[in-house]
């Protein structure tokens, strides 16, 4: 029971915080293997878990949506899916070992991303002119990141739509939310049909990130993201350190 509670409180919190900047999985996935479910499956279960946050975010920013041309929106879903794709069938190969070495790099870069993100986007945002808008190439990369591993996805996100020269922020998460969302799709389906998914865990998650999700639409326009973002940094490099011990 403290093992569900424990994971149902850190869904909500991702599925909000999912929606105000990004990484939320620095809450489902050490909440998830530190009740007993090993990495890899704990990682696909996050994503699992995670996935209906990202639309109920995305329909909280559903006018900024709207603002976006349709046949943009299309082509930038199509690479999404396509790296998505990429991202989570490279997890099914991985070991729990292997994935236990690859995910403190990528957990210590995601934390930095997040910790550093608005250095980054402006530093992107100052050198937009030498950017293709909207580039695929980017963007499939990214993707491919996500579909793998999804710690710090928003944050990475956010950077890339600012070295495409955005800089209206709600436009920005809008777009993020949707796309993380179609993202999340596919992830999901490679992962459920692979039997990645611890789903009692994922079920119970998956609500509490769906009200989270909506409650962070809001929250995004009025929260300070400063002692958020030195919170989530701090589980990042935390969980970058458990990680590292693991291996020894």
Do not use: C
């Not at 093992?3 to 991702?14: C, E, G, N």
């Not at 990130?209 to 490099?237: C, D, E, N, S, Y």
């Amino acid at each position: 029971m403290i093992d569900l509670l424990i994971l149902i409180v850190a869904a909500f919190a991702a599925g909000a915080l999912n929606t105000v900047a990004g990484g939320g999985t620095f809450l489902t996935l050490p909440a998830l293997i530190f009740t007993g479910v090993p990495p890899v499956i704990a990682n696909a279960t996050s994503a699992v878990a995670v996935f209906p946050g990202y639309a109920s975010g995305a329909l909280g920013f559903l006018p900024e949506m709207r603002s976006f041309d349709r046949a943009l929106l299309l082509r930038l879903t199509l690479v999404t899916l396509a790296g998505a794709a990429t991202g989570s069938l490279l997890l099914l190969v991985s070991s729990d070992r292997a994935f236990s070495l690859i995910v403190p790099v990528l957990l210590l870069a995601a934390t930095l991303i997040f910790l550093f993100g608005d250095r980054i986007r402006a530093w992107a945002a100052a050198r937009n002119s030498a950017v293709t808008p909207y580039g695929a190439a980017g963007l499939f990369m990214v993707s491919i990141y996500g579909g793998y591993f999804n710690g710090g996805l928003g944050i990475v996100l956010l950077a890339l739509f600012a070295l495409w020269g955005m800089t209206d922020l709600h436009r920005m998460n809008g777009l993020k939310n949707g796309l993380s969302f179609v993202l999340s799709t596919i992830s999901v389906a490679v992962f459920a049909i692979a039997g990645l998914v611890a789903w009692p865990q994922a079920l119970a998650m998956m609500v509490a990130a769906t009200a989270g999700g909506f409650v962070g639409a809001p929250l995004a326009r009025m929260i300070p993201k400063h002692a958020l973002r030195l919170l989530i940094a701090a589980i990042g490099f935390g969980m970058s350190a458990v990680f590292l011990i693991r291996l020894f």
